[in-house]
């Protein structure tokens, strides 16, 4: 039950978007716009506020740049994978295999093993991968997209210019100062929290919404999609090896750290990249892989909850 809780919903959520597709209740238009709306406006927020009000310390420090190292290795290494998967959504594979879908599913599923009190342990791994994400791996799933080759050049002032990655920068030299801290302890700290509600409250579901219009069910996506997964999943069980001999030495062992890393990088790629997306075919595979993808998290999940409890 504390699996369908997690997951229905956003099963739900997809399912709500394919039908929009099927009955035509949503044009493609529409979806667009809302992606203009998500990536502008309701991620930024979002993402500025997590990063403004997480706790910063030395451990903070090193995990991050633990993960930030493992993301570049792995986003590297699925150039390395792409003769693996032959056709058209080869040049995606490197954003298929590497950066995690935190919010939506690591993150609940960790809370319900080991408790809402240590959301903290997994929301420090995401910092590396806001960072990562919206700036290298977003900026060249722009140039992909666009059949352009990688510019570095064009890579770092296209970062400069993207909302959610202004408001990563943003958000941690907050977190940094605990100015939002301040403001959340202050008479205004209600003001502040009511309109930070209302501009995010809606982005999951539209992301999902986004997510389901997209995934298509049909024999033609189904062998690429299955050969992603399979590739995802054999690359993420090195990194996370990797990772845990990595935190064990320079940070500690810690049996809770322990499992928001299997957690976390147990998840699929960012349901993000979906409002990125403007290529219908390749939407839909991103869709459809991650969609599928998630069902790895679950069988994941129960594993860690057999051994724990």
């Known amino acids: 039950m504390n699996v369908l809780e997690i997951v229905l919903p956003v099963l739900v959520m997809i399912v709500v978007g394919m039908l929009c597709r099927k009955w035509k209740i949503l044009t493609r238009d529409g979806i667009n716009n809302m992606k203009v709306l998500v990536t502008n406006v309701m991620l930024p927020v979002a993402i500025f506020h997590a990063l403004a009000t997480a706790e910063y310390n030395k ?59 240590n959301l903290s342990r997994i929301a420090v791994l995401d910092i590396a991968g806001l960072l990562f994400g919206f700036s290298v791996y977003m900026g060249m799933l722009g140039q992909v997209e ?6 570095v050049k064009k890579l770092f002032f296209s970062a400069l210019k993207t909302p959610a990655f202004i408001a990563s920068i943003l958000g941690i030299i907050a977190g940094l100062s605990k100015v939002i801290l301040a403001v959340l302890d202050s008479p205004f700290g209600g003001v502040y929290q009511s309109v930070e509600n209302i501009l995010t409250t809606s982005v999951t579901a539209i992301i999902l919404l986004v997510v389901g219009y997209s995934m ?63 290529d219908e075919e390749g939407s839909a595979y ?6 599928m993808y998630c069902l790895v998290s679950i069988l994941v999940y129960i594993i860690m909850a057999v051994t724990i409890y």
Do not use: W
């Open 286 to 291: 991103v869709s459809t892989t991650n969609s």
């Open 146 to 151: 666009n059949g352009e080759k990688i510019d």
């Open 59 to 117: 451990e903070t420090g090193i995990l991050i740049l633990i993960m930030f190292v493992m993301l570049v290795v792995s986003f590297g290494l699925g150039f390395l994978l792409k003769p693996f998967l032959k056709g058209t959504y080869q040049k995606y594979l490197p954003f298929m295999v590497s950066v995690y879908e935190g919010g939506l599913m690591a993150y609940p599923l960790y809370t319900s093993l080991c408790g809402s009190e």
């Open 216 to 278: 298509e069910l049909n024999a033609k996506l189904l062998k690429p999609c299955i050969a992603t997964i399979i590739l995802r999943v054999l690359l993420q069980t090195v990194m996370i090896a990797g990772v845990l001999v990595a935190v064990h030495y320079l940070v500690g062992d810690d049996r809770l750290v322990n499992l928001a890393i299997i957690s976390y990088m147990s998840a699929p790629a960012t349901f993000s990249m979906q409002t990125f997306m403007k």
